[in-house]
């Protein structure tokens, strides 16, 4: 270990004095002194600390490491004819803080604070008495290296900011202002989107101390999954010293401890903040674990979201967030979601989140757009003797401001080439010999200045542009063939790579290059032969890793496979991630890692996840165009065509077109070839008869999932197989129940729970309760209704799922509409809605206000019914549910009929009876015509009133009544 040490410590400028025992010495600044000595120090100790987590996963250890950082005058010499050594106050004060720090933990004195000048992140000062030392002295611990502070420039002078005023008066004002802001820095490469976003938090740090700040990049060639909020949570986890594990699985474990512990301020529910933790961790791409899942899809997707917001609100509890994202235009889709989401949820909090971005098609909603443009002339040259330290005389300020065009990185790396190959002098600044000709452009520039470095220094740098602005020390290492640690020691100095705050590679330091440009230009160097042989390298570097850290390297090596010209491998690669991604409900990510793998060979597989993730992110009419173009293709094999028809009966369930969904099923069913679908079309297509009340059927396909389910139980299927069997009853109890068969679906939803129960489905469970709760309230046994819907709500409850608690509620206030309670009842059904609207969840609301325009009409409130059903229609028309559209028109007849607006009544329920008939709704359609055909007795027209009405009377007291007054009206004799 100690030979480790030596390491790190040499490999960052400083000398090992001596090893005493379990301690080693470093010094640093003696006999060679820097400018930066603290940091180095600093840098040394953090790296010491990785290098030992490194040493324990290599061992399985949990071994510690305690660091003491000062800095001052010491005296540096021999004593007694021995090697120098470095002696004073300063030396023995660096003892004691290693001595008093905690294991783990580097504790920087006050001066050193100061000495790296926000070069690092720093936790709560504080005050500490040491042995030997009559005064307190002022500490703190190192926490990491702050990658996000600008440094100067050194050899061309302090890189002070020109010209950019008014877009950091904009910028610095959102981010620090009293409510949310949400900002997008658009320019191209090079003029300063990176620095003014620096300038902006180092703002945020003067002006509201105490900020919270995160910094996250997007990955350049395999936009990886929420790619900038996953560094900004690894980095977070560091920051509060949380180890992120050997693998995904205990990475993902650290994380939701992490998030959880943040998630505690907003969310009151160890179970829900344990659901939005697991979420959250899914969504980064991150293992996933046994923890809970919305079965419904776009109940995965909003709640996603909302755990993100809770996230979020948490960490603004304790203060004003800043959330800078960098390269948005390398972005993944579910991204620019999730800012969609913020941008239009967070406006009452002190959150702001800046993004940087190129030109690009797409940019998050609700952001205001910063444009950034070429500095004009005079603030270029102003720019140039801020870089220079001096005036310029004309002819080289010209010829500066007209070669970098107002492009201020140009102009940075045009006057840095100057400078250092000799062309300047004097003072003003003036040339000594102008040029006969200039690196090509400004990568040119950037190219020149990486062949400045050493050999080993600009072999790791091409090495490392492989995989992209962010790389790895130990991978670029692999690549290289050699250690390259000394190697980016010597670039960062020459300010060409950073450190980055976190690691998507455990156990790998992560550094980035400091432009994009820069990593171009690096890239550049490789031939074409050699790049798609490191490629090729890299993937099959990281390959090894996807079974321990998950689709994030999947991802990676898909990119790598098709840059080392490996098209078939890559587009595997692609396809299980969509395949991985869709199981975790991350449909953003499923899609548009599935259009990579049909972009590379048109892959029938992945059309049929992309097509799938369409349908569920609410872009019907696109998933079923394509499915129809894929269908026909002469391409398929049987498994993808009957795959590709089970995605379009979906469409067409999801739009309410059950009769369509079900001719499509049952055409799957009688195909012998498509038997390995079976199992699951027998359950949707169970679902489609229940829709459709075609009862006897629905219990038909209940009975053969029972008996399947039960031979898979007695095989010794386990807890799985009894959740499936109980699936089956509970589907034949809500028929039975329909049926008014009372004792028989008593029975069976009494079987399905002990069933539940057996296989420790605490959801199953409470589903029953609920579907118990609704039989009894259809029996007007509202106390006992009670009971079972207080019981499911409190098991929803307590797991954080809200879309059922959503449900339940709205049965609940039906409950108490019944029984009189009618203030209760709408106080309910707000707390429903409010649940609803905050998951994103339209059908659902259309229900709840749909339910409450009934409640309006039949208080005798028929206008404020009417405009309740109105929204209720409009939502639900904008879901594509016909049905639903149906039921809505029908009590909107119903209400409108009340206000005695006749006309409008009859149109409403001549359109819901149409839309009943076209999707072949069963015993239906008596409400309707009653209404169609009081409405047409209010319009005059008795006769028709009559005729249609007398065919439906025998079998309805309800129709009988209406037929009777109109007959009545009109002077029939009945």
């Known amino acids: 270990m100690f030979t480790r040490f030596r390491r ?69 010499g021999t004593v007694g004819g021995d090697r120098p050594t470095a002696m004073g106050d300063a030396v023995n004060v660096a003892q004691r803080l290693q001595s008093e720090a ?151 474990a650290s994380t939701r401890a992490f998030v959880s512990e943040v998630l505690a301020a907003t969310v009151a529910g160890a179970a829900e903040r344990s659901n939005f933790a697991h979420l959250m961790t899914r969504s980064m ?52 979601a999730l800012l969609d989401h913020l941008a239009a949820r967070l406006r009452d909090e002190r959150v702001a989140i800046l993004a940087t971005t190129r030109p690009a098609p797409r940019v998050p909603g609700g952001f205001e757009r910063v444009k950034l443009a070429e500095l004009p002339a005079a603030e270029a040259a102003q720019l140039a003797r801020e870089l220079l330290h001096r005036d310029l005389d004309p002819e080289l300020s010209s010829f500066l401001v007209d070669q970098s ?65 962010a790389f790895w020390s ?130 029938p597989d992945a059309a049929i996840c992309a097509i799938k993730a369409l349908n569920v992110l609410g872009l019907g009419e696109q998933a079923l165009a394509e499915a129809e173009s894929l269908l026909e293709s002469t391409n398929l094999s049987d498994s993808q065509r009957f795959r590709a028809q089970r995605q379009v009966a979906a469409i067409h369930e999801r739009r309410g077109d059950f009769a369509r969904a079900l001719e499509i099923d049952e055409a799957i069913l009688a195909d012998p070839r498509a038997a ?57 109890a809500r028929v039975r129940d329909r049926r008014k068969e009372t004792e028989a679906a008593t029975d069976a939803y009494r079987r399905a729970q002990q069933l539940y129960a057996e296989a420790e489905n605490v959801h199953g469970a409470a589903n029953i309760r609920n579907g118990l709760g609704i039989m009894l309230m259809n029996q007007n046994r509202l106390p006992k209704a009670r009971v079972e819907y207080e019981a499911a709500l409190e098991t929803f409850r307590e797991s954080g799922d809200r879309w059922r608690i959503a449900m339940v509620l709205t049965n609940m206030a039906s409950v108490e509409f019944q029984d009189g309670n009618n203030e209760k009842a709408f106080a309910i059904t707000e707390e429903a809605l409010a649940i609803r609207r905050e998951i994103a969840d339209r059908w659902g609301e259309a229900m709840l206000l749909s339910n409450e325009g009934m409640f309006l009409t039949k208080l005798g409130q028929p206008r404020k019914g009417c405009d309740v059903l109105e929204r209720a229609l409009e939502l639900r028309r904008s879901t594509g549910d016909r049905l639903g559209v149906s039921v809505i028109l029908e009590r909107l007849s119903e209400a409108r009929l009340d206000r005695g607006e006749a006309a409008v009544a009859r149109t409403s329920a001549e359109e819901s009876i149409a839309i009943a008939t076209e999707l072949k709704m069963s015993g239906t359609g008596g409400l309707r015509k009653q209404v169609l055909g009081e409405a047409l007795a209010l319009e005059g027209r008795g006769a028709d009133a009559i005729a249609l009405l007398e065919p439906l009377a025998a079998g309805d007291a309800d129709i009988a ?14």
Request: charged share 25%.
């Open 961 to 974: 009544a209406a037929l009777a007054a109109v007959r009545f009206a009109e002077g029939a004799s009945g």
């Open 405 to 469: 065009a107002g492009n201020p990185l140009y102009m940075e790396e045009l006057v840095r080439f100057l400078r250092q190959e000799g062309f300047l002098e004097g003072n003003p600044a003036r040339f000594a010999t102008r040029p006969d000709r200039l690196p090509d452009g400004l990568r040119g520039l950037l190219v020149s200045r990486i062949d400045a470095v050493s050999a080993e220094a600009r072999e790791a740098l091409k090495c490392g542009s492989v995989f992209g602005r």
């Open 285 to 336: 791409g991150q293992a996933a674990g046994q923890g809970p899942l919305p079965g419904d899809a776009t109940r995965a997707r909003t709640e996603t979201l909302e755990a993100w917001e809770r996230w979020i609100r948490g960490l603004a509890k304790k203060g004003p967030v800043l959330l800078c994202l960098e390269d948005l235009h390398w972005a993944d889709p579910a991204t620019f």
């Open 8 to 76: 790190v410590i040499e490999a960052r400028g400083g000398t090992v004095d001596k090893f005493v025992g379990d301690t080693v010495m470093g010094v640093f600044g003696a006999p060679t002194a820097h400018e930066d000595d603290p940091l180095r120090a600093v840098r040394a100790a953090l790296a010491m600390k990785r290098e030992l987590e490194l040493f324990n996963a290599q061992r399985t250890l949990s071994l510690k490491v305690r660091v003491g950082v000062n800095t001052g005058e010491v005296l540096w």
């Open 102 to 252: 905690q294991p783990g933990e580097v504790l920087a004195a006050r001066t050193v604070m100061r000495a790296t000048n926000y070069r690092v992140e720093f936790g709560p000062e504080r005050e500490m008495h040491l042995r030997g030392r009559q005064d307190a002295v002022g500490v703190s611990e190192a926490l990491a290296e702050n990658a996000t502070v600008v440094p100067s420039t050194g050899d061309i002078g302090p890189a002070r900011l020109v010209g950019r005023a008014s877009e950091l008066a904009r910028i610095a004002a959102a981010v620090t202002g009293a409510k949310g802001a949400f900002v997008l820095l658009e320019g191209e490469s090079g003029l300063g989107k990176t620095r003014l976003a620096a300038e902006a938090r180092d703002h945020a740090r003067r002006v509201a101390p105490g900020t919270w700040i995160g910094l996250g990049h997007a990955q350049e060639g395999s936009p990886l999954p929420l790619g900038p909020f996953a560094e900004i949570v690894r980095s977070a986890c560091k920051a509060a010293a949380i180890s992120p594990g050997r693998d995904a699985a205990a990475e993902a």
């Open 676 to 732: 390995f679908l079976h199992g699951h079309i027998l359950r949707d297509r169970s679902h489609l008869y229940y829709r459709l009340s075609r009862f006897d059927e629905c219990l038909r396909d209940a009975a053969e999932l029972q008996r399947r389910a039960e031979a898979a139980v007695a095989a010794g299927g386990g807890r799985a197989s009894k959740s499936e069997l109980a699936d089956a009853i509970s589907t034949e």
């Open 474 to 603: 130990a991978a670029t290492g692999t690549l290289a063939g050699h250690d390259v640690a000394p190697a980016l020691e010597q670039a960062g100095r020459r300010l060409l790579v950073e450190r980055a705050g976190s690691s998507l590679l455990p156990l790998d330091e992560e550094f980035h290059f400091r432009q994009s440009p820069l990593r171009d230009a690096a890239y550049s160097l490789l031939t074409k032969k050699e790049r798609q042989r490191l490629h090729g390298r890299a993937a099959d570097l990281l390959e090894p890793l996807i079974p321990h850290l998950g689709r994030r390297v999947l991802i990676l090596a898909a990119g790598h496979r098709e840059a080392a010209s490996q098209p078939e491998a890559a587009s595997k690669h692609w396809a299980r991630a969509a395949d991985e991604a869709q199981g975790q409900s991350a449909y953003e990510e499923a899609l548009a890692s599935a259009r990579e793998a049909q972009r590379i060979d048109g892959s």
